[in-house]
């Protein structure tokens, strides 16, 4: 009670807000000058490129033009590219999603022998870098012959032991047992607790994983650039990669400007989707 | 309970390696198959643009050899790994795009395989230094494809306006000119200095500098020799006066400058003109090129910074075709014209250079015919320099300190000190021989 005075008051120093607010704002600058020079650069045509200045907009606006250049360069490469990442991401992160939240639940409502060593691992697997599972899976999928196929980017991006992690926490503190018990009363297989209960009960949290899971595969590189050697197969990031490597000399610098651009549009149509549900996950995971 | 956690995870760290050891193992048995009748198949993975038109061509009129092209990420950016991996794994194609700097590092991952003999008897084909560059300590691992002679690009008709009439044919030149412009516009700058490694490299080599060396199983190592010494206390001179502008290689910063003559010339590559006049497309008609300024007058010598060969990589089964695959590829008329418009390389082998392609009067450089200075500069480059075994690291290191010496933060003179001791560092880990 004392605790809930306090915090208020702490506020209402001027100064300190006032402090506080100049930090922010700082960080909010710096964080999205980058984006803004994004979006102007990209209405740039490529003389106006390097001739004008970088945080505003020429006098020609170029951004109609550009776009319909870029999707119909090398016949279109880049909307297969965008298409690739849409699959491998979308597609990966429900999965991911899916799985987590059954082990999740699992770890965090079953009692079994070993329990602990596979949460264990699980965090053990957080604490690893991905980059470095990227050459032993390539080893792994070379073997198995499916190097260079659609399924060397998808399998890998359906596993999220932070997924895992959190809906696990989430689970035993959102899950009462006593509604599991009561559907166990009522009559319901286990399979039909999780899907018409638990799933419904973790679901904050869910589209949380679902986000960070849509985002780590989205801006994935390594492991596409190991995995694959088909133009036709690379996600948008590879892809925009190697355009720019080429420094101008196929593809201008104002369409690769312009397909990175576009190539963040679906990541933040994504938060903005999802934000709703997602703040909610964040606080009641912290509060609980 | 901590404990535990703790060797759960080591566990699954150690089956994973495991896992991985097996695959290598069992991945080599993969590329064997049909070797009965039909043609021989050879897989090629490179990125640059064009490579699978000419690879077409190649195709179309050699029905006994089929080659299969993929197109990865460029090397530095994930592709040279990925030929690595491949190696390791068992599944790696008979060629790949391997740049002369890199082959170093390729050769002594042992992820070559000696074509010494095969690509023999094609040596006088090609310009000397490319060939030479091609292999490490005596082994040839491929054939080139390009070459990046430098040369001096710049504003003739701004040079004109400060009363210079002709392009410095020496370094000496160079520097008395850049006061010269100066002195006439506080803004204008005869040139600038970047923090590309590598163009660094091509100005040291143009010196005479020999960064590497092999001598049996040793690597003999000197980034700090008395001729990249040189070069530094030349710019280094420029960088304290303020006579060139210090900006980073390919940064808008630098086109900006370019475009509206305050940055009037750029010593660097052929592969730089076609990007230079995509850059600064208003300033059209203005430029030339001409000759890099040359240390001594009476014996001019040439940069080179970048050039690709096509390396045969270790497990390919048929090397013989491999290498004749790479000797076409890079010689062939119809491929080189290819390569010419498409990839914008500047041929290594020597009948390319006479390709009408390159005799076209350029008209972003007032008309003139660009290509017969870079000839000229092919010839005059020093076939003798090696480059290193873990380069990746030595170019960052490089990198990084050019940009910190042209901040003032550090000198030339450290930076190299320190890119040498870096390099050092990396051999030693990577358990090589130095001495």
Known sequence: ?288 | MKNRALRTATLAVAIASLAGTAACGSGGSGGSGDKAAGPVRIEFWGWAPGYEKSVELFNSTHPDVQVVYSKISPGSKGGYTKLLSAVKAGNAPCVGSVGFETLPTFAAAGALQDATADAAPYAKEYAASAFAQSGVAGRTYGLPVDIAPMALIYRKDLFAKYGITEAPKTWDEYAADAAVIHAADPNAYIGYFGNDAYNFAGLAQQAGAKWFGTGGDRWTVSLDDPATKKVAAFWQGLIDKKLVKVVPSFDTALYKGMGEGTILSDVNAVWDTPILADSVKQTSGNWAVAPMPVWDAARPASGNAGGTPNAVLKGCKHTKEAVEFAHWFGTDPASVSNLIKETGIYPAALSGLDNPALAAPDPFYGGQRIYDVFKASAARVDPGFQWGPVMTRTSAALGDGLGKAGAGTTTLDAALADTQAQTLAEMKTQGMEVG
Do not use: C
């Open chain 1, 1 to 288: 009670m004392k605790e809930a005075t306090r915090g208020p008051a702490r506020a209402a120093n001027p100064a300190g807000r006032a402090g506080v607010l100049a930090v922010l704002l700082l960080a909010t600058v710096y964080s999205l000058l980058p984006v803004w020079w994004l979006v102007v650069s990209a209405t740039k045509g490529s003389s106006d490129l390097f001739s004008s200045n970088g945080f505003w907009f020429a006098g020609r606006i170029e951004i109609v033009q550009n776009v319909s250049t870029l999707l119909g360069v090398q016949d279109g490469i880049f909307g297969r590219w965008m298409l690739n990442s849409l699959l491998y991401a979308v597609g990966g992160a429900l999965v991911a999603t899916l799985l987590s939240a059954m082990a999740g639940y699992v770890l965090a409502k079953y009692a079994f022998r070993g329990r602990e060593a596979v949460f264990n691992t699980v965090l053990g697997a957080i604490l690893i870098p991905a980059p470095l599972f990227a050459l032993p899976l390539y080893l792994m999928f070379s073997a198995t012959h499916v190097v260079n196929t659609f399924w060397a980017v998808f399998v890998p991006s359906v596993v999220s032991p932070f997924g895992v992690y959190l809906a696990r926490i989430y689970a035993a503190a959102a899950v009462p047992d006593e509604l599991l018990e009561a559907g166990r009363i009522d009559g319901a297989g286990e399979f039909r607790i999780f899907r018409s209960i638990v799933l419904r009960v973790l679901q904050p949290s869910l589209v949380t994983v679902f986000l960070f899971q849509f985002v780590t595969v989205w801006t994935n590189y390594l492991l596409p650039s190991l995995m694959l050697a088909n133009d036709r197969l690379q996600p948008v990031t590879v892809g925009l990669v190697a355009w720019k490597e080429q420094r101008g000399q196929t593809v201008p610098y104002n369409l690769v400007i312009t397909g990175s651009l576009l190539s963040v549009v679906p990541i933040v149509v994504m938060f903005l989707l999802l934000q709703r549900y997602w703040k909610a996950g964040l606080t009641s995971g912290s509060v609980k």
